[in-house]
Each structure stands twice: as structure tokens, then as C-alpha cells.
């Protein structure tokens, strides 16, 4: 039986063109960027090239991309090195990852106040909510762009002009790890502080990411020196390529995908009328790769058992949360006993068929736990 | 820890010590064989080139590696029928030698550490010069000479082992203890009923600990149940398999008799039916496998199904001898001992148990076996054993823990 991958939003298939080119560049650009000999100089050359291209995609300029290991680095680098040495307030969404989170609860250990901002019925956070969770002792706000659960895109440049109006020296911190490559976004008009972006969610490897900061701030990882100070250690040139790489072959927006996901909820609301939308609307600033839905009368579990079982990988939310209740769902109010929570996040590899018979796969899997909850 | 308590100097012989009582007994000569048999095994399986010896009921462990002593000491610690372990120097049996070895030794061990010394002697070999408190003395002497450091025979901070045998010494100062116990497969094999919790996989090493070889027998109910939780079941098999060099995975696939119970309405009795399904094709795995009894990690009154009306009603239904090692444990005490033996951290693992599925808010605390034998009456019992042991898989691991694959 063939696989369905529809876990997208927890990480994506290696686009083969990148993994070619990756292969390729770890033979021979193996070189220390800060060699300055031919073979480290090829490789420093070919680190600058990429942060160059990568900071164009971002809108921003060279000098203000730090390469990273990943999406949690560059969030916690934003975080804990935008800190200053006086304890303040730090005020982050309810919906969050973790990689937030936890960076905010290592603050509160340094004396920080943490604010938590709730967000509207979709999972989206208002000016207005924001306003009133910030004020001139908050240093540090962070919003995602895009949710990794239900997909809800923030309008972060209405956030922005809040937090310069009502908290000026915060920096704005944004976790736009889901929504790069898919939304299309630049952080000139963002007006964030710092933007977290990541490889591994648009066909890139994993083991690479990037922050863009136009903020001063201070190293989390000390050594060497690499990467304007920020983060010691050697930098890679081949993964550094490939996020840049992986970045200019997603299509900007995702009509292709968006069809996709469409199809997908469209022959799922077919077979199963109980079957409820989680979080906005399509057509009101959701990510286009993501569904979320509700099927009432099963526990989430058994059905992702049995999806698995049946060859379609999808999850019930972040990935990152096992165990828990999602965050993201409580703070929309909805609980675990609602029914079976289903995230389907297919993405650029995927077919229009695999839609459809994952729709019937599902179709089936509900059928044959209804015969035993019912 | 004081820095005495590990071994500073460099070693490549282990000199592991017998339970006693049971190197009198006429099955003496099994009991040693298998003995280093399963070390033997359990060694090889780790590290390259070792070798596991007899001799006058000691068993000596010859590393390749003195780097691997570390791996091969905890191997020891973690084997039944051992009761002690020391690495050891090794001289030919020759006073004027053993006083240079004896010497050097308790420098090496010492360090710069302060501390008192005891000599403890012991000669096999009889015609040596001089008897065991002789030899004691006299090396306690050539070494205080050497050290200036005080004898004290109460309470030494570090204290020198001495056997002389025929043709060699040994000298050691570091011992630890092993479990006691019968190796492994002394006395027979048993089905361990094996699930993702903290008590079944101690319960499974006690019976090991008693000379008892396992084969394991889980029960799995996708997809009520996750592929993670029976991944995290045979990660606990392998944590048995390398103690006895190998060991059987049965897993049941119980999906289809659960699935006829909630049917049936099984209500407050549901988890002693399915308690009482698993006993019944447990014990036909045993039989399968010439294994002479079932055991459990069952504990009284832990919860509901473990009331002794509750237990009866299981423990009538087969023939087999059912071994529950755990039975009158505190839960503090099992975690103790799976924390010792590292299953623990595995076991608390986010899991979910097939016993808790479709499960009523009251189950029945005491239950009566003529009201267990009316509800199965609406089950085709036997049909359902049949079902579930044709679809039963087994996974083998090795004397390294990792799963088998053909051919190898």
C-alpha cells in the first residue's frame, strides 16, 4: 500500500534537486568559512552568496541573516539574546510553539513577567488583545505569522504598529516558520525586529534555519565568533545553500498546494458530512497547505492509529506538544472530548490523487471505529 | 562517592564470585556451565574478544580492552548467580612479586587520597610458606612500609583482597556487588505477561534473578493502541533479552477480543475479561513454548483487577503455575528496582494500555466467577484464543537485545 504523506506542516519530503545539490556541495565545499586558504575561502564565498540570496527573499539585507540550526535556535537566539540584563515583561500569543514557550519560561526563571495574549475564536490575535497585554515595561513580543496547527495568518504589520505605539522598546520577535514559502510576506513591511525562519518545512534539510534581526542582540552559543558574533560554531555552507535553495523553489504562494488541500477537504466534507473545520476559513488568511477538522463521536488517537495503519501519515497537531492537549486548541476554547482532532498538511509532492484516496482511507478508518464507539 | 570508589588503575581481568549456596548442590556442574554460558553471552554481545573463564568455582572475565572494563564490570553487577565482582591484578605466586604488585596497587589506587588500609588474605594453595594472616601481615607491613600510611582493620578506607592460589595470585581492592540469585535458566522458562507499565518488566527480572528464563508475551490493540507503545514494549523486551542471552517476543494482536467484549456488553467486568483472555492465550503460548508457568506483575490491591476475589478469578482459569513476584510489593519498592535495572525511565514513557480501553468509571472490585462465567457465555471464547493466536507474531531478540533477522 502506498504512503500518503500529509504531515507537511511537521516537516516535508527533501526536494531531490536540493538533496542532489546538497550532496554535491558536501563534497566539495567542505571547507571553514573562515579558512583563508582556497578551500575554506570557496566555502565562505559560498556561505555569503546564500545569505545573500536568502536575505533578498526575506526583503531584508545580508548582514542581518544569521544562519542557525533551526526554527527553536533562531526563536530562542531572538529570545534569550534579545533579553536585556534587567528583568521586564515578555508578552507572547496563547497559541505559540513551543519553542516560544519555553524560551518565555526561561525568562520568567530570570525574573521576567510573562504576558500571555489570548487570541480571537480562529486562533488569530488581535490588535486590541495585544494592546492590552503590553505596555511600556514590555520588552519583548512574540507573534507567529502563521499558527502550525490550524494555520492562522496574523496580520503582523497591524501587531507591529501596536507594539511601536504602545510598548516602543519591545523588539518584535516573529516565528515565521510555517508561513515562509508559502505566505508571501517581506520583513520591510512586517515590522518585526526579528523573523525566525527554518529549511526543513519547505522541502530543505533539516539542520539548517535562519533568523533575520535588525536588533541588537547577544550571543546564546559563544565560540568562534561566526555569524556576526551571534552564534559560535562552524558555519555550513552546503546547508546554508540548501535553506536558500529550498527557499527560491517554493512558489511563493501555494496555489498548487491550496488545490490540493482544497480537493482534499472537499472529498473529506463528502464522505463525512460530521466532519468540522477547525480555525478560519479559507478565505480568511489561513495557510493554504492546512486543514483541520473535527470529526465528532471519536477519540483522536485510535483514528491517527489507524490512519497510520492505512498508510496516511497526518498527526492530530504540533507535533512538538506529544502527549498534551494542544495548546492551540485549548486556547480557542475546544477540548480533547469534542471528537477526533485531524491535521492534513499535504504539500508541494503531493498528487491530486493521493487526495482522494486518502479521503476514502479516512472514510474507512471512521467507519470502522464508529462500528465500536457507536 | 569518595575518590576511592572507582578503579584508577589499569585492569583487564575480572574476577566475578558465585551465590554461594547453591555450589553445593548436585546440579552444581549446570549451574556453573550455564553461569558462564550466559556471561559469555551477555559479554560478547558487547565487547570485542572477551573471554569468560572457571575456575575452583570463581569465574574470571579476560577483557581484550582494559577500556572496556567500565561496560564489563556493570555487566557483571546486572548478572544472576554472581554475587560479587573485582577487577583484579594477576602475578605469578611468588612473595617477593606479590609484595611488589601488593604495593603498587594500593599506590595506584590511593592516589593522593588520605586514608587507612586493611590486608585481607587467603591461600588456596596450602603448601605456600606462609598462612593467610601471615601473608596479610606481612603485606600489611611491606606496605605501610612503603606508604607510611596506618593500618586500620575496622574501618579502612581502602581495603587490599588477596587469593593465592597454585601457580598465581590475585590482588584486587575495588568489589561490587552482583545480584545473587541462579543463572538464568536454571530452573526453566516462564511466559512473562509483558506490557508498557513499570511493574511487568521488574516482575519479568525477579523471575530472572531466580534462575528463570522468559519468553514475553504483549498484547496489542491497534489501532486503539499506537505503534509507539509497542515499540516501547520491545524496548523494555531487550532490556530482559540481554540478561538471558536472547529472548521471544509473542505479540497478540487483542483488538478483535476486545472489540467483542465492548459488544457483549462486558460493563463493570470488562477488564477482568480481557485479564482473563490473555491468561488463557498466555498459557497456550506456554505450552507452545515448554514453558512451566506464567508470570505477572501483578500487585495486590494496586488496582481494581488486583483485589484477591479478582485475582482468583484470573488465577482459576489455567493449570499453569502463575509466578507474581511483585505480589506484596510497595509501588516505591518496584520503582526502585526498575530504576536499578533501567526500565524505569522507559516505562514512564507516555504509553497506553490496552486494559484501559472501553473501560467503565466503576469496574467491578469484587468479582464472583459465576458472574465472569455467565458474561463469557456471550462470547465464542475459544474461537476468539484461536483468532488471536494465529494472528500472534513473534519478534526475537538477540543476546544484544536487537531484533533478529533471518539468517543471522
Given at each position: ?78 529570545l534569550l539574546?534579545g533579553a536585556g540584563d534587567t528583568p521586564a515583561r515578555v508578552a507572547i500569543s ?9 524560551a518565555a519560561?526561561h525568562l520568567a526563571r530570570w525574573g521576567w513577567q510573562v504576558d500571555v495574549v ?11 488583545a495585544l494592546d492590552a497585554a503590553i505596555d511600556r515595561d514590555t520588552r519583548l513580543v512574540a507573534v ?15 501587531l507591529a504598529?501596536t507594539v511601536r505605539a504602545k510598548a516602543p522598546r519591545a523588539k518584535l520577535v ?19 525586529d ?21 536588533a ?159 | ?408
Amino acid at each position: 500500500m502506498d504512503l500518503i504523506y500529509l504531515d507537511n506542516a511537521a516537516t516535508t519530503p527533501l526536494d531531490p534537486a536540493v538533496a542532489e545539490g546538497l550532496a554535491e556541495r558536501h563534497r566539495t565545499l567542505y571547507g571553514n568559512p573562515g579558512s583563508s586558504h582556497p578551500v575554506g575561502r570557496a566555502a565562505g564565498r559560498a556561505l555569503d552568496a546564500a545569505r545573500a540570496r536568502l536575505a533578498r527573499r526575506l526583503g531584508g539585507e545580508a548582514g542581518q541573516v544569521v544562519f542557525t540550526s533551526g526554527g527553536t535556535e533562531s526563536l530562542g537566539l531572538a529570545l534569550l539574546g534579545g533579553a536585556g540584563d534587567t528583568p521586564a515583561r515578555v508578552a507572547i500569543s496563547a497559541v505559540e510553539h513551543s519553542a516560544v514557550v519555553e524560551a518565555a519560561s526561561h525568562l520568567a526563571r530570570w525574573g521576567w513577567q510573562v504576558d500571555v495574549v489570548p487570541v480571537d475564536a480562529v486562533g488569530r490575535v488581535t490588535p486590541a488583545a495585544l494592546d492590552a497585554a503590553i505596555d511600556r515595561d514590555t520588552r519583548l513580543v512574540a507573534v507567529m505569522l502563521a499558527n502550525n496547527e490550524i494555520g492562522t495568518i496574523n496580520d503582523v504589520p497591524a501587531l507591529a504598529a501596536t507594539v511601536r505605539a504602545k510598548a516602543p522598546r519591545a523588539k518584535l520577535v516573529v516565528d515565521a516558520v510555517q508561513a515562509f514559502g508559502k505566505v508571501p510576506f517581506s520583513v520591510a513591511t512586517l515590522g518585526a525586529d526579528c523573523v525566525a525562519v527554518t529549511a526543513h518545512k519547505i522541502h530543505g534539510p533539516k539542520g539548517v534555519g535562519a533568523l533575520w534581526t535588525r536588533a541588537t542582540l547577544r550571543p546564546v552559543m559563544r565560540g568562534g565568533g561566526q555569524e556576526f558574533g551571534l552564534r559560535g560554531g562552524t558555519p555550513s555552507a552546503p546547508l546554508a545553500w540548501a535553506l536558500a535553495e529550498a527557499a527560491d523553489r517554493m512558489p511563493g504562494g501555494m496555489d498548487g498546494v491550496t488545490a490540493l488541500r482544497d480537493r482534499l477537504w472537499a472529498a473529506v466534507r463528502a464522505a463525512l458530512p460530521a466532519a468540522r473545520l477547525t480555525g478560519p476559513a479559507f478565505d480568511d488568511g489561513r495557510l493554504g497547505n492546512n486543514l483541520h477538522l473535527c470529526i465528532p463521536g471519536l477519540p483522536s488517537e485510535p483514528l491517527l492509529n489507524a490512519l497510520a495503519e492505512a498508510g496516511v501519515c497526518a498527526s492530530a497537531g504540533s507535533t512538538c506538544s506529544k502527549g498534551r492537549f494542544s495548546r492551540t486548541l485549548s486556547a480557542l476554547g475546544r477540548t480533547k472530548d469534542e471528537g477526533a482532532w485531524l491535521r492534513l498538511t499535504p504539500g508541494r509532492f503531493n498528487t491530486a490523487a493521493e487526495m482522494d484516496e486518502a479521503a476514502r482511507r479516512l472514510a474507512r478508518a471512521v467507519e470502522a471505529l464508529r462500528a465500536v464507539y457507536d | 562517592m569518595t575518590d576511592l570508589d572507582a578503579p584508577r588503575a589499569t585492569y583487564d581481568l575480572l574476577l566475578a564470585r558465585l551465590g554461594e549456596l547453591w555450589l553445593k548442590g548436585r546440579n552444581r556442574n549446570d549451574f556453573y556451565d550455564r553461569l558462564k554460558r550466559n556471561l559469555q553471552g551477555s559479554m560478547s554481545a558487547e565487547l570485542r574478544g572477551v573471554q569468560v573463564q572457571g575456575s575452583h568455582g570463581r569465574v574470571f572475565v579476560k577483557l581484550t580492552d582494559p577500556a572496556d572494563l567500565d561496560r564489563a564490570l556493570a555487566i557483571c553487577r546486572d548478572t544472576p548467580g554472581l554475587s560479587s565482582v573485582s577487577p583484579v591484578q594477576r602475578v605469578p605466586t611468588d612473595l617477593a612479586g606479590i609484595e611488589r604488585a601488593a604495593v603498587e596497587l594500593v599506590q595506584t589506587e590511593w592516589g593522593g587520597v588520605e586514608g587507612t588500609f586493611a590486608v585481607e588474605a587467603k591461600r588456596t594453595f596450602k603448601q605456600f610458606p606462609l598462612t593467610s594472616p601471615q601473608i596479610a601481615r606481612q603485606l600489611g607491613g611491606v606496605i605501610q612500609d612503603a606508604t607510611a600510611r596506618p593500618v586500620d582493620l575496622s574501618q579502612p578506607a581502602l581495603k587490599l583482597g588477596v587469593e593465592v592460589n597454585e601457580d598465581r595470585t590475585h590482588l584486587w581492592t575495588h568489589t561490587q556487588p552482583a545480584p545473587g540469585g541462579l543463572p538464568v535458566g536454571s530452573a526453566g522458562r516462564v511466559m512473562l505477561l509483558l506490557s508498557g507499565g513499570i511493574d511487568s518488566p521488574v516482575a519479568g527480572y525477579l523471575a530472572q534473578k531466580r534462575g528463570a528464563a522468559l519468553d514475553a508475551v504483549y498484547f496489542h490493540s491497534p489501532p486503539f493502541i499506537s505503534a509507539q507503545s509497542r515499540d516501547k514494549v520491545e524496548a523494555l523486551a531487550r532490556r530482559l533479552a540481554t540478561r538471558q542471552n536472547g529472548l521471544r517476543l509473542h505479540v497478540v494482536h487483542f483488538t478483535e477480543i476486545q472489540k467483542a467484549i465492548k459488544a457483549a456488553g462486558g460493563d463493570r467486568l470488562t477488564v477482568l475479561l480481557y485479564r482473563r483472555f490473555m491468561y488463557r492465550i498466555a498459557a497456550r503460548l506456554a505450552k507452545r513454548r515448554k514453558c512451566r508457568a506464567l508470570c505477572t506483575g501483578e500487585n495486590l490491591g494496586q488496582v481494581a483487577s488486583q483485589t484477591l476475589e479478582n485475582l482468583t478469578v484470573v488465577d482459576r482459569l489455567t493449570e499453569l503455575l502463575t509466578l507474581r513476584p511483585l505480589i506484596t510489593f510497595d509501588k516505591l519498592e518496584i520503582m526502585d528496582i526498575a530504576r536499578r535495572i533501567g526500565t524505569y525511565d522507559t516505562s514512564v514513557l507516555p504509553y497506553d494500555d490496552c486494559c484501559t480501553l472501553f473501560v467503565p468509571r466503576n469496574p467491578a472490585i469484587k468479582a464472583s466467577l459465576k458472574s465472569i462465567e455467565r458474561a463469557e457465555r456471550h462470547l465464542e471464547v475459544e474461537a476468539l484464543v484461536e483468532q488471536a493466536l494465529a494472528a500472534t507474531e513473534e519478534v526475537r531478540l538477540g543476546a544484544d537485545g536487537q531484533p533478529m533477522v533471518a539468517g543471522e
